[in-house]
């Protein structure tokens, strides 16, 4: 029996995928303290969406799920909330920041008056997953609308096999200005290349030690969260 494809509606949409690293954690420490930082920071996070003409799908939990028309777009509003978040972190202990992990993929959705649905919002929150705490990562397909409008650099991370996805995802990571992204590893590691957008005048910073026993494993693109201006 063919589907009926008629009243289907489809459209071409930018998914934005987030939500707090640790936030079990978190809860399990303070539950009381962790819902009243995540309301706060929702208070300031949240209308960013709007204003950057997306719309918000489904705030569960501690996770933000949005559309938006343009991708270039979704891209801004997602490093100005890493960028504010890093800011309203500074005040708070280590072991109490919220950093948000972010995921955007650029694919065709099928929509109704209230929700979206399809394999783009999986790959969305697939990269959302592998993106590191205070970190953003992104599909080729947003990759090649973004990469020469968005101030920032850009780390190709390569193709990542995602849980459930049929195919593996071509996958590059953002840091948003003034920060930037460096190689951390020798090329002998292969280390994946990197794309550097002019932008923001470069900050020098210390990267995280590389311990031991990483020895061999594919390269991080450590996000504005692990990061220090040189003195």
């Not at 539950?31 to 208070?43: P, S």
């Not at 697939?126 to 850009?154: H, M, N, T, W, Y």
């Not at 995802?169 to 990197?194: C, H, K, M, N, Y």
Request: glycine share 8%.
């Amino acid at each position: 029996m063919k589907e009926d494809r008629s009243s289907t509606n489809r459209r071409l949409a930018a998914i934005l995928a987030a939500d707090i690293a640790g936030y079990s954690r978190l809860m399990g420490e303070d539950e009381a303290a962790t819902v009243r930082d995540l309301k706060a920071h929702q208070a300031v996070v949240l209308p960013l969406v709007g204003r950057y003409g997306g719309r918000i799908i489904d705030t569960a939990g501690d996770g933000i799920l949005a559309e938006f028309p343009s991708v270039i777009n979704a891209t801004e509003c997602a490093v100005e909330i890493q960028t504010i978040m890093a800011t309203r972190n500074e005040a708070a202990p280590e072991s109490r920041r919220m950093r948000f992990r972010i995921g955007i993929n650029l694919g065709d959705v099928i929509h109704d008056e209230t929700r979206i649905y399809g394999d783009g919002i999986n790959v969305a929150a697939r990269l959302e997953g592998i993106a590191e705490p205070g970190g953003i990562c992104i599909s080729r397909q947003v990759f090649d609308q973004v990469s020469r409008s968005i101030k920032a650099d850009f780390q190709a991370l390569g193709p990542r096999t995602l849980k459930n996805i049929a195919h593996p995802v071509d996958v590059f990571a953002i840091a948003p200005p003034p920060f930037v992204l460096r190689e951390l590893w020798p090329p002998e590691t292969g280390a994946p290349s990197q794309y550097h957008v002019p932008a923001a005048p470069k900050i020098p910073f210390w990267p995280m030690p590389r311990a031991d026993g990483d020895r061999g494993r594919a390269p991080r693109a450590w996000p504005i969260s692990h990061c220090r201006r040189a003195t």
